[in-house]
């Protein structure tokens, strides 16, 4: 038997339960991991509410690193006693043990903790088609980043910086916005004290952004679109404040023929090649030190109610992570 956090039911992080399930077996084309840390992200919260369906009764958790203990029949990409990390479930990963399709995982290098693994992956995987392949960018352009210090915030705005790119970052206070100075933004605003696109324009000398990313969603979108400039691009890849509301296509046309995508990780690291691809850019970074990951809270697993009770109050700084052994 081991431990996993899951839920019967939708609502708030008091509806997140310790409970003793068995040690799954792995299927043939899955490896079973021992978790050394599983990471938190906000679509762990948007499930556990309902925002994005799931079956129920549901493990949560979609993210995680640890050590290879056992592999199904057909597995050729991993052995017993690999580093290993994941980001795109199965669900489950709030857990001791997980069994993931060897497609799904990617080798850790030695030089990375699986601790540090377990909470850059998805964060830093999104970071990667953010900037490298949902529009290129290149040295000179000027964009906004919204929650420049959450977990991707940092990640995202250390790439862009590397690339040349000059960041303008929000965040909600003092202590924050030097952090996300620290990993590459030029440019801070207060977003509960400043006007958020009146301070983007007197920035950018009346142009706007050319890429707005906003993972914030319904208190900045409309901030979002008024920061952009002609013929740029609003990311909406997040809904941390909630969904947002839509938005008429005139409405694009209006503040300049902008563009505007809703994106998801999901589709692209479809293929394991792709997955591959991402996770060697992002590791690559990490081991030449232009990203240095940010561990702002360790929780053991059974405390996995308050993680998220700080993630939706946002009281985090980088990456949060659950530790199976506390």
Same mark, same amino acid.
Not at 98 to 108: L, S
């Given at each position: ?58 493990? +949560? ?10 592999? /199904? ?11 290993? !990390? ?40 999104? !970071? ?10 290149? !040295? /000179? ?9 959450? /977990? ?26 030097? +952090? ?27 142009? /706007? ?75 690559? +970074? ?41």
């Amino acid at each position: 038997m081991m431990r996993q956090i899951g839920l019967s039911r939708l609502g708030g992080p008091e509806v997140l339960e310790l409970r003793e399930v068995p040690i799954p077996n792995p299927k043939p084309d899955e490896i079973l991991i021992e978790m050394a840390a599983c990471g938190l992200n906000f679509i762990d919260t948007y499930q556990r509410t309902g925002l994005y369906p799931i079956p129920l009764p549901s493990g +949560l958790g979609l993210e995680g690193a640890g050590v290879v203990t056992a592999i /199904g029949e057909s597995v050729t990409r991993f052995a017993i006693g690999d580093r290993v !990390a994941f980001s795109s479930g199965p669900l489950g990963a709030y857990a001791d043990y997980a069994a993931v399709p060897e497609g799904r995982a990617v080798k850790v290098p030695d030089s990375i903790g699986l601790d540090v693994a377990a909470g850059i992956l998805l964060k830093g995987l999104t !970071a990667e088609f953010l900037i490298q392949r949902l529009r290129p960018l290149k !040295a /000179g352009d000027t964009v906004l980043f919204h929650a420049a210090a959450g /977990g991707v915030g940092l990640i995202a705005c250390s790439w862009l910086a590397h690339l040349g790119v000059s960041v303008i970052g929000t965040v909600g206070s003092e202590a924050k916005a030097e +952090l996300a100075r620290e990993h590459g933004c030029s440019e801070i605003i207060l977003y509960r004290s400043e006007p958020i696109a009146e301070r983007v324009r007197a920035l950018t000398n009346g142009k /706007g952004c050319e890429i707005v990313y906003d993972s914030v969603g319904a208190d900045t979108l409309v901030a979002s679109l008024d920061s952009t400039a002609r013929r740029g691009l609003v990311v909406s890849f997040g809904n941390a404040s909630g969904p947002p509301a839509p938005v008429s296509p005139l409405d694009l046309s209006r503040r300049g023929s902008l563009f505007l995508t809703r994106p998801t990780l999901f589709d692209y690291v479809a293929t394991t090649p792709e997955l591959d691809q991402a996770a060697k850019d992002l590791f690559g +970074l990490v081991e030449k030190g232009v990203i240095r990951p940010v561990i702002g809270a360790r929780y053991p697993l059974e405390q996995a109610a308050d993680a998220h009770r700080a993630l939706e109050g946002r009281q985090t700084t980088g990456a949060t992570i659950l530790l199976p052994r506390g």
